[in-house]
T-cell receptor
Framework: SQQGEEDPQALSIQEGENATMNCSYK?????LQWYRQNSGRGLVHLIL?????REKHSGRLRVTLDTSKKSSSLLITASRAADTASYFC???????????FGQGTRLTINP | DVKVTQSSRYLVKRTGEKVFLECVQD?????MFWYRQDPGLGLRLIYF???????EKGDIPEGYSVSREKKERFSLILESASTNQTSMYLC?????????????FGAGTRLSVL
């Protein structure tokens, strides 16, 4: 069963603009992760935020987590053409060894 | 760097054939996973294994089986391939629970069943 729901399903912006993607989930989590998938390839881990954290940064990535609303957002600043990809959130319930992935947001950066 | 290798990038099989998808990881990870990915449905977990010879059903195990005889290798088996198993198959591995539970993915196998 898919726990994560992502919004929007697709996003198209101009190079240099910021891109924001949202993820909602249903149950208590241990942590939340974001992954990127380039077309036809496997997923690559981007960033992890723990349930007791509210915000985390990594380079041009900023992730926020609101456990009261069961939601997270991924912000990519100063987007580049190379950021064109699908982005997935993934959660693991407490004590679980598996992740549950959202359906992803397809991001297109126009030059 | 962790490397997860899937034996084939593209595979074409006929209905009724037995199909083996192989996955090897080189980081001594305890956990290994098989997903399928379909447009509009995201990633769905088929099976996972948290130790040699151990396996657990995921969300959509029907029509599939798995084998984990060695720690580094996790095989997905389609006993009798059907057209509705045409999909992208992704293998992943992760270290034992207690870490950050980050999964490392292979490049994927795009399987077409005709």
């Amino acid at each position: 069963s898919q726990q994560g729901e992502e919004d929007p399903q697709a996003l198209s912006i101009q190079e240099g603009e910021n891109a924001t993607m949202n993820c909602s989930y249903k149950t208590s989590i241990n942590n939340l992760q974001w992954y990127r998938q380039n077309s036809g390839r496997g997923l690559v881990h981007l960033i992890l935020i723990r349930s007791n954290e509210r915000e985390k940064h990594s380079g041009r990535l900023r992730v926020t987590l609101d456990t009261s609303k069961k939601s997270s957002s991924l912000l990519i600043t100063a987007s580049r053409a190379a950021d064109t990809a699908s982005y997935f959130c993934a959660t693991d319930a407490r004590g679980a060894q598996k992740l549950v992935f959202g359906q992803g947001t397809r991001l297109t950066i126009n030059p | 760097d962790v490397k997860v290798t899937q034996s084939s990038r593209y595979l074409v099989k006929r209905t009724g054939e037995k199909v083996f998808l192989e996955c090897v990881q080189d980081m001594d990870h305890e956990n290994m996973f098989w997903y399928r990915q379909d447009p509009g449905l995201g990633l769905r977990l088929i099976y996972f294994s948290y130790d040699v010879k151990m396996k657990e059903k995921g969300d959509i195990p029907e029509g599939y089986s798995v084998s984990r005889e060695k720690k580094e290798r996790f095989s997905l088996i389609l006993e009798s391939a059907s057209t509705n198993q045409t999909s992208m198959y992704l293998c992943a591995s992760s270290p034992k629970l207690g870490g950050a539970n980050i999964q490392y993915f292979g490049a994927g196998t795009r399987l077409s069943v005709l």
